[in-house]
């Protein structure tokens, strides 16, 4: 399986300013790492961020219940996505997800 390390799940930009998120979700959870391997591929991923009965979890926090289509799962895993990587965000702070971890949700729930 092609997992080796891609630089968009390494460095990511918030304002303008690069972050290293694995270093990140070090901080967060580190017992999810997996070093050397492209996080969109990481074990969490699936347990959580792309597993349904995880993210029901969520719907409260970011979500309006009942969840109607794949673009309300689309939209939480995403939300998840940054909680589980960088915690607790102030308001308005927007996170680019990389680039490979995009491409696993919107696989997971196509648009
Ligand atoms: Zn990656």
Partial sequence: MAESVCECCQT??????IFN?????????PQDVEEGKCLAHWKAMDKKILNISYLQGYISDFCKDPMENNVDWFYL????????????LG???RI??????????????PL
């Fill in 12 to 17: 990511i930009k918030i304002h303008g300013m």
């Fill in 96 to 109: 680019q997800i990389p680039e490979c971890v995009m491409k696993r949700i919107s696989e997971t729930f």
């Fill in 21 to 29: 998120v694995v270093e990140r979700i070090r901080e967060q959870n």
């Fill in 77 to 88: 895993a995403c939300r998840v996505f940054t909680r589980w990587a960088f915690g607790v």
């Fill in 91 to 93: 308001r308005g702070v």
